[in-house]
Each structure stands twice: as C-alpha cells, then as structure tokens.
C-alpha cells in the first residue's frame, strides 16, 4: 500500500509503507533527507541478489529531465550518507533501469520488486517484466559479450605467436575490459563507464570479491599498470612496452578471470531458477499446463 505524506519534508510524494524498513527510524530520517536534498522520483531498498553476503542497498532513481549528470549528485548524496553504515546507495536514471529491464537484467528484476519500493513520488511501482522471459535473455547478453571477448582473446594468441608483446597486452585489455562489463551489468544492474582495469575491479569489490582481487600485490599492482597502459599506449603512442614473462602473466590472470566469471554466472542462473521453482511451489497456478 502505498500513502501520502502531509506535512513535514516528503510532502506530495509517496511512502510504501507496506514496506516494513519504513517502521526503522534511521531509513525515515535517510528519506526525508534525500527527498529533501534531490529530485527523486523512486527509492529501492533491496538485499543484494547476487552479492556473496546480504547487502542492504538503495537504489535512488532520478528522472533525465531534473538531473542530467548524476555524478553531481555524489557529492550532496554522500553528505546525506555519511557516518552510514548499514546502507549503500548507487543512483540511476529511470529511463536506464527501464531500459535494462526491457532487455532483461536480472539484477533490476529482483532489486525493483514491488515489495522493495520504499518511496515512489507518481505512487506506482516499476514494472519488473515477466520472469519466464529473463533468463533468455540474460543468457544471451551474456554469451554475447562472452564470445566478443574471446575474439579478442584469439587475436591476443596471434599477436603472442608472433612476438608482438605489445599489441598482445592490448587485445588482453580488451578481454578484461569485456569480462569486468558483462560481469558488472549480470550482478549490478550498470557497468562502469570506464577502460580501466583498476577502476573495474574497485567498482565490483562489494559484489564479487574474487574479481577484486585478480591483482592484488604490489608485484601485480605493478602488471596491471601495464595493463591499462596498453590501451592507451598502443593506440596512442608508440614507446609502450612490455615483457614476455609479463604478458604470460596477463594470461594466467585471464584464464582466472574467465573461471570466476563463469563460476558467477552459473551461481546467479542457478539462484533466479531456484527462486522461480520456489515461487510456483507457492502458486501452482504459475505453471503452464
């Protein structure tokens, strides 16, 4: 059920007070200081899906049209948050979340359920789309941006055959750079706009640790400086090199990037379908006959 609030700051918009977070006096004082501080038009209180631990996040939504750039936001959204501990938030515009759910993200799917609206400034909900549909198509993004990665990892092996180190390295950027994405739009709804490796791996940290931690020593910080060198450098420039011994490395790392991200898909696959048997289970009437 969904009220509207007289009086106070979230005047004229709209609470879920179905939602049983909104009895919590820390979430009523976060939503009438971000209401208070931003154009929101949704709010979603989700535990993360995908994530290896529960994680209480929300996820704030604004409209194209009040706010262009949503980076501006952080600044005044992590004065609102700051000293939490118990929630996270990220920020979206509507029209990418619907967006995402039209091509069938099984993030937003779970993470925009009805149930999880805690504040919808029109009253409705968003519409999570038909579950029999999504994993199709989740399945299909995800092998798409699979079989890119590995054409590129076969051009990584013609240039590696041919002793060219340096536009091996660039073609192995291109691989984790596909990977991270595919990874990051599967388990956070968003990927990172960004050809950094060390801004991927920061960007996932919260979600799929092993994926943070492909490079993690100061030896391997140092590789994959290389790495994200290797974009730039090879397109760029032409003094950028790099060793053999270091672009052997760079496949050790890509065949582990390949075994955590396949060892995430099928968990997420396994646990929507574990999900959707529990849900006909409850209502038979959900089973086509």
Do not use: W
Request: hydrophobic content about 45%; glycine content about 4%.
């Amino acid at each position: 059920m969904i009220l509207k609030m007289k009086g106070g700051i979230m005047r004229n918009k709209s609470l879920n007070f179905s939602h049983s977070a909104i009895k919590e006096e820390t979430v009523m004082r976060l939503l009438k200081r971000i209401t208070a501080a931003v154009p929101i038009q949704y709010i979603y209180l989700h535990n993360n899906f995908f994530a290896g631990k529960a994680v209480q996040e929300m996820l704030i939504m604004v409209s194209f049209k009040h706010v262009r750039i949503l980076n501006e936001l952080t600044p005044v959204l992590n004065i609102v948050f700051n000293g939490q501990t118990e929630f996270s938030y990220r920020v979206f515009h509507v029209h990418e979340v619907e967006r995402a759910l039209l091509e069938g993200s099984l993030f937003f799917y779970y993470a925009i359920a009805a149930q999880n609206c805690l504040f919808s400034k029109s009253g409705n909900f968003l519409e999570c789309g038909v579950a029999e549909l999504i994993a199709d198509r989740v399945s299909s993004a995800y092998q798409h941006e699979t079989s890119k990665a590995n054409k590129f990892l076969s051009g990584a092996n013609f240039y590696f055959k041919q002793q060219n180190f340096e536009h091996c390295a660039f073609m192995l950027h291109q691989v984790f750079d596909l990977m991270y994405r595919a990874i990051e739009i599967l388990v956070m709804g968003k990927d990172k706009k960004t050809h950094r490796i060390s801004a991927h791996q920061l960007y996932v940290k919260a979600y799929v640790k092993p994926l943070s931690e492909l490079f993690n020593d100061e030896k391997e910080l140092c590789l994959l400086h290389l790495l994200d060198e290797a974009y730039l450098a090879v397109r760029y420039e032409n003094n950028y090199t790099i060793s053999e011994p270091d672009v052997m490395r760079l496949f050790e790392k890509i065949d582990l990037l390949y075994c955590v991200s396949e060892q995430v898909y099928q968990g997420i696959m396994n646990n929507h379908f574990d999900q959707q048997v529990a849900r006909m289970s409850l209502n038979p009437k959900l089973v086509s006959p």
